[in-house]
């Protein structure tokens, strides 16, 4: 705040002369008394907590806006500099609007005049970041009465010529809300060509334009608002690119808009372009989880590119468990052309996690704490359009135990893979779990030769040749029925993801697929030249036979006429006992209240049930077998 301590004697001039190329113009010199008074920045008007302002507080500032050609109503826009530069730290380059009860404000505050403004008995606001001021209406603002302006609107000696910021759409901020700004090489869409600025029957008070900035790689638009009646409203829209001047302001329907001040301030430049864009070659190239510093946690971008792409409304969006979106804005990052971006978490180094620059030993070009990926988390990279560019990971699922989970590791995108990709392809991606360390294991900002598709040691997978042995429906006791499995080899074998299928046909299960009742066996283990027993009950079981089973399920209830498949993790065929197409009734492999069991020389599976390998007994004929049945056992006595 700058506190004044100097009295000035007022004095008033009152003359009509040309002012800023504006005719008859009241040129009222006002010198108030401000020994008393505080000025404040603009910056400190827009944080007063207060809407209302306290006594003996002024602002200094700058017109920026004319009423001349009839584009404003009842407003002036004031700026606190007649340049282009902040004006310090804590005093950006900032503009206010002033509502005042005259309709021609062009002729009492001209263009480029300096004005102190007594902000006592006024009051701000500050809604969509437009900073504007005006005399208390309860909860609202309103015009300051045109009686009551010279109270509260001082000019000065000084008018000065406007500089307009020059500035590209895509790097409009709010701090240049309400300020004189200048767009180059514009035009307009091509719907727009022909018609009057303004004053269409579609056109509600104001008729809304759209001007487009075009390069190769991006395209952005600013409307362009025109009074219906400015002077030029019926003036017809170019055929031609343009420079445009104006204030950039929000409207009454929350858009940010261009308004001009006269008609010369839009400048025709040359012939209409058009617009054809592309999207630039950025791809995400290595995604990290060093298992020693989780602190160190980054992403890296490349720009493929032979020029530098301002990331401007671009987004890297992470996805968590397969559903919950974490957006982190690229806004304010520029990509070297061949160079890269990093996106690093934002956690402070301890004694034991070090964060990125700290692992590194360099800055991330952004750090964010959404970028916490644990190894399981999807990304993708969206432009400013939000349309998605590159992807990686399945953004839907929980990458846990997929394919392309790199928790405590890295992912890098082979070096021949010089796109992006919106549809994610594994094949373009080497994943690392487990044990990489920061920095020896990583390569943030560089792409090196030897990072090509990685090839792990091919493992040879063979499926355990296990077999089914016995199959029982005991007459005395249908809760004892049971399956035996059997592994003939001399190694254990996990039996996660293997399932044994029981075929039970009925008048409506009358297909293979319908009369299928799989029993999972994945929380099971076969020992060496061990057995597993799948029982209905094992209770029962137990109490029939005096032995224990593996495991019981509801679905074991085979009544002597249903086939059985055992299927192993890779939903292959391995063995198999009966014809798992068609009933069992009165077939050959029938075992009503019997038992099958595989001959004891019968030591592969087979797909194909084979008679040849089974003493199969039904009810009929327990002459054949003394011992009847012989769970865990590979025998029979004749």
């Not at 056109?203 to 190769?216: A, F, H, I, M, N």
């Not at 934002?346 to 070090?354: A, G, M, P, Q, R």
């Not at 644990?374 to 953004?395: I, K, P, S, W």
């Not at 029925?481 to 046909?505: A, G, H």
């Amino acid at each position: 705040m700058i506190k004044y301590a100097y009295f000035l004697i007022g004095i008033i001039l009152v003359s009509c002369i040309d002012d800023m190329d504006h005719n008859k113009i009241d040129t009222t010199i006002q010198t108030p008394d401000i020994s008393n008074k505080t000025e404040i920045t603009f910056q400190e008007l827009f944080d007063l907590h207060s809407d209302a302002i306290g006594k003996d507080t002024i602002v200094t500032g700058y017109v920026v806006s004319s009423d001349k050609e009839g584009n404003f109503y009842k407003e002036i826009y004031v700026q606190n500099t007649p340049g282009v530069s902040d004006l310090g730290t804590v005093n950006p380059r900032m503009g206010m609007r002033v509502r005042v009860g005259l309709t021609t404000t062009s002729t009492k505050y001209a263009k480029g005049r300096k004005i102190i403004v007594n902000l006592e008995g006024l009051k701000k606001t500050t809604s969509d970041d437009v900073l504007t001021i005006g005399q208390p209406s309860n909860t609202y603002i309103k015009d300051i009465i045109e009686f009551e302006l010279d109270a509260h609107i001082f000019k000065t000696e000084d008018l000065v010529t406007i500089e307009p910021k020059t500035v590209l759409i895509e790097n409009l901020a709010k701090k240049d809300l309400n300020t004189f700004i200048k767009i180059e090489d514009l035009h307009f869409v091509q719907t727009d060509i022909g018609l009057p600025y303004a004053g269409l029957p579609t056109d509600d008070y104001d008729g809304k334009r759209t001007l487009v900035y075009c390069e190769q790689f991006r395209k952005d638009e600013m409307i362009l608002e025109t009074s219906n009646f400015a002077d030029f409203a019926e003036k017809e829209i170019p055929n031609t690119q343009l420079n445009a001047t104006g204030i950039y302001t929000i409207n009454f329907d929350n858009e940010t808009v261009l308004v001009l001040n006269q008609f010369k301030d839009i400048e025709e430049n040359g012939t209409y372009i058009g617009c054809s864009t592309s999207n630039p070659t950025i791809l995400i190239t290595e995604i990290a989880d060093p298992k020693n510093a989780s602190f160190s946690r980054y992403v890296e971008l490349y720009n493929a590119e032979n020029t530098d792409i301002a990331l401007e409304g671009w987004q890297l969006n992470r996805f968590v468990n397969g559903g919950t979106e974490s957006i982190i804005s690229l806004n304010g990052l520029t990509i070297p052309a061949k160079g890269f971006v990093i996106i690093a978490n934002d956690e402070e180094s301890t004694e034991t996690n070090l964060n990125f620059e700290d692992s590194f030993g360099f800055t991330a070009d952004l750090v964010d704490s959404r970028l916490d990926g644990n190894g399981d988390d999807a990304y993708t990279l969206t432009n400013e359009t939000g349309t998605v560019v590159d992807v990686f990971g399945v953004t839907t699922e929980d990458g846990t135990d997929s394919n392309w989970e790199y928790e405590d590791g890295r992912v890098y995108r082979n070096i021949d893979v010089i796109q992006p990709n919106e549809v994610f392809t594994i094949e373009e991606w080497s994943v690392f779990k487990d044990n990489k360390n920061a920095p020896i294991d990583f390569s943030p900002k560089e792409r090196k030769e030897d990072e090509v598709a990685y090839v792990p040691d091919v493992v040879v997978t063979e499926t355990a040749p296990l077999l089914i042995t016995e199959v029982a429906d005991p007459k005395e006791e249908t809760k004892a029925r049971f399956v035996e499995i059997y592994n003939p080899t001399d190694n254990e074998v996990s039996l996660k993801d293997w399932t044994l299928i029981r075929y039970n046909y009925t008048s409506t299960k009358n297909t293979k697929e319908l009369a299928a009742l799989p029993i999972s066996l994945t929380e099971l283990t076969i020992l060496a030249k061990g057995f597993v027993i799948v029982t209905r009950d094992k209770a029962v079981f137990a109490s029939y036979f005096g032995a224990t089973a593996d495991i019981e399920a509801s679905n074991l209830d085979g009544n002597g006429d249903d086939a059985y498949e055992l299927i192993d993790p890779f939903d292959t065929l391995i063995d198999a006992y009966g014809d798992a197409n068609a009933d069992g009734s009165s077939s050959i492999w029938e075992y009503t209240d019997g038992i099958a069991i595989r001959k004891r020389e019968i030591d592969e599976p087979n797909s194909e049930s084979i008679e040849s390998e089974w003493e199969i007994v039904n009810g009929d004929m327990w002459s054949k077998l003394e011992f009847n049945y012989n769970p865990r056992k590979r025998w029979i006595e004749e």
